[in-house]
């Protein structure tokens, strides 16, 4: 199948290089601690924050840092077809471990002894890519939550087809079996943090794609940094003195 | 952007649109640009400075690890987060949920990264005599407070692993009993010398704890009820019929009256609106709410429509506005 026209237009009517429009939203859970809604294109994911709060398992409490947990879902209406997946199927528990491990990187857990931080994601719309929304998503929550980071996290996938790399791929792309390689880094001290790739790829064309995806990871920081930066200049001025 | 859930008409949302610039207009023109996010470079503008809470060091360069506000005192530079867990210091004054009766102590949920600590030894007993504390008094903690109450205590101190330690040496603090609990932002919350007010034309105490649990209850004159009894107990054995005209007093007593109790529940709207607003919570901002919604002569219900939201954000525009004109 052709995913990218003669005219060098994908099949929905992106250029290869080009992302799905991003939106962000913070505080959508009055009741967590911090909370975000991110979306790229028809992906939407929902993030929420609890913590640092009191380790609930006491037999995991650590006295140097903070616990990180993490939990994956997704919504029965998020894809097309509705399937009723059991709640710890094999896939969101590795998602959950991915973002897990993702975000204990950024997070400045010594600084939060005996403490415990639960990250809880959902996929609301899925249309490939969740793993990367759900990143960003719970970076925006993190953040929101005022808790302390090395870094922003932010993520973005990009793949090979037709022989040409292509950014963020959405699910009919992703789906079509072709290398799908996933990046997460960490903007400012360019770091990745994250790098998953299913499907082969040769070593000349991995460079092109994990390019163009650390290309498309910072433009997310951007995006991610000017909300923040709205939202805390916001918080400020209603507050006043 | 944090947005409020709320059906606003388009008029409405004009006029709140319209009070939140003119809030930016206030403020931003005392600090500008002190604003930060997460990994953003503070600049530096002299040498030996002290990096304070919410910074750190990344090759030689300042960069903030979370989202708030710069603040520079002399050398030191720190990042005053907004939306973050309560923060202790010593002397605040909370209000807290005992979650647990451990060996003599109480394990209290304040907002913070961990349960405090409400030592058995650092509060004061009922009877309040100073004395060592028995095995008696540890099988009787339940008697003072269960789980699910309602404490008010101040921060003792903290200790170096993070744990925090509480204590209630007075007759101020103690079980908090007929009135509601609201949770709002710590950050809305500001340090000051007062936090117990007594709203004498209500008839209500207000309790702004520092970790951001407010308390709105009907007032309680003395809390050395148990003083009294002492003197009771010295004098002759009670008469039946004299216990029998206490427990009226006693129904008496715990029967909070309707008014007080629509009085309680005006004044925690308030802060459901303000808190809601984002705006700081003092006292002088809640009473001139309360009025205002009085004024109005609005339903209690009434003050969580979406009207009194914008008109409680004008007001505030106003206010502050008036308030700058003064200075």
């Known amino acids: 199948m052709e995913y990218v026209s003669p005219e060098g237009l994908r099949l929905d009517g992106r250029r290869p290089t080009e992302m799905r429009q991003l939106r962000a939203e913070i505080g959508a859970v009055a009741k967590a601690d911090g909370s975000a809604v991110f979306e790229m294109g028809n992906t939407k994911v929902i993030a929420a924050v609890y913590g640092p709060r009191e380790v609930q398992n006491w037999s995991q409490q650590m006295s140097d840092q903070a616990l990180v947990r993490c939990e994956y879902s997704m919504a ?81 996938s990009s793949g090979c087809l037709n022989r040409t790399p292509l950014l963020d791929l959405n699910y009919v792309e992703d789906s079509a079996g072709g290398p799908d390689v996933t990046v997460g880094i960490l903007p400012t001290l360019d770091k990745v943090t994250l790098l998953q790739m299913d499907a082969k790829l040769p070593t000349d064309a991995f460079e092109d794609v994990m390019q163009l995806a650390i290309e498309g990871c910072k433009a997310i920081a951007n995006y991610i940094k000017e909300v923040l930066q709205e939202n805390t200049k916001q918080l400020e001025c209603r507050r006043g003195l | 952007m944090r947005n409020l859930q709320l059906s606003l008409n388009q008029t409405q949302k004009v006029r709140l649109q319209k009070a939140l610039e003119k809030l930016e207009s206030v403020s931003s023109k005392s600090n500008p640009n002190s604003c930060v996010t997460v990994a953003d470079n503070i600049p530096i503008y002299e040498d030996g400075i002290l990096k304070g809470h919410g910074t750190s060091d990344r090759k030689g360069e300042l960069v903030a690890t979370v989202c708030g506000v710069v603040e520079r005192i002399n050398k030191l530079i720190y990042v005053r987060s907004l939306r973050a867990r309560y923060k202790p210091e010593t002397g605040d004054i909370v209000i807290g949920r005992v979650i647990e009766v451990a060996q003599k102590r109480w394990k209290l949920e304040i907002n913070f990264t961990q349960d405090a600590v409400l030592m058995l030894s650092s509060m004061n007993l009922p009877d309040g005599i100073q004395r060592r ?128 109790r629509q009085n309680i529940c005006r004044i925690a709207n308030a802060i459901r609106v303000l808190s809601m607003l984002g705006f700081n919570i003092t006292l002088e901002v809640i009473l001139e709410t309360v009025n205002l919604s009085n004024s109005l002569t609005l339903d209690i219900h009434e003050m969580l429509g979406s009207e009194f939201y914008v008109l409680v954000a004008e007001s505030e525009a106003e206010r502050r506005i008036l308030s700058k004109r003064k200075r």
């Open chain 1, 76 to 156: 029965n209406f998020s894809t097309g077809d509705r399937m009723r997946k059991p709640k710890g199927d094999r896939r969101s528990t590795e998602i959950s471990l991915v973002i897990r491990q993702t975000m204990e990187a950024c997070i400045l857990t010594h600084l939060l002894p005996r403490s415990q931080i639960d990250i809880f994601v959902q996929v609301l719309q899925a249309d490939g890519g969740t793993r990367s929304a759900c990143i960003n998503a719970a970076t925006l929550a993190l953040a929101d939550a005022g808790i302390p980071m090395r870094d922003l996290v932010t993520s973005c």
């Open chain 2, 133 to 260: 504390r028995t095995a008696v008094d540890e099988l009787n903690m339940r008697s003072i407070f269960t789980e699910n109450d309602l404490v008010c205590a101040e921060v003792r101190s903290s200790q170096g692993d993070g744990s925090l330690q509480l204590q209630a040496r007075n007759q101020k603090y103690g079980k908090l009993e007929r009135g509601q609990l609201l949770t709002v932002d710590p950050y809305l919350v500001k340090r000051r010398k007062q936090h117990f007010h007594h709203l004498e034309q209500y008839g209500i105490d207000l309790i702004i704890g520092c970790n951001g649990f407010i308390w709105v209850g009907e007032h309680i004159d003395a809390r050395d009820k148990m003083l009294v009894d002492q003197v009771n107990d010295s004098e002759q054995p009670i008469t039946k019929s004299d216990q029998n005209s206490m427990d009226l007093d006693e129904q008496d007593e715990t029967c909070t009256l309707l008014e007080t």
